[in-house]
């Protein structure tokens, strides 16, 4: 668990920072595991998307943010054991 509570299996964002409350599943509930950017409608929103490819992502999101390079990569440190990663190990 992140230090702001339950973070996205895919991202690593703190779910209680999502602006939509969560990605939604194919039913239309809100996902309890994955946020909006990542997944809607039951599916990932860019499904050949690597680990590494998110990393980076998330640490250009993190730096334009302000945060210097040493926290980005701080904070990605541990994407690969998030569930969508960690299953495909």
């Not at 992140?2 to 239309?28: H, I, N, V, W, Y």
């Not at 334009?64 to 440190?77: H, Q, S």
Request: charged fraction near 25%.
């Amino acid at each position: 668990m992140s230090l702001f509570g339950r973070g996205c299996q895919s991202c690593g964002m703190p779910l209680a920072k999502d602006e939509q409350g969560g990605g939604t599943e194919s039913d239309g509930r809100i996902s309890s595991e994955f946020c909006s950017p990542c997944y809607q409608q039951g599916q990932f929103k860019e499904p050949e998307l690597t680990v590494d490819q998110m990393i980076a992502k998330v640490r250009g999101k993190l730096k334009a943010m302000g945060l210097p390079d040493f926290v980005a990569a701080f904070l990605t440190r541990n994407t690969h054991r998030l569930k969508r990663w960690a299953a495909k190990a």
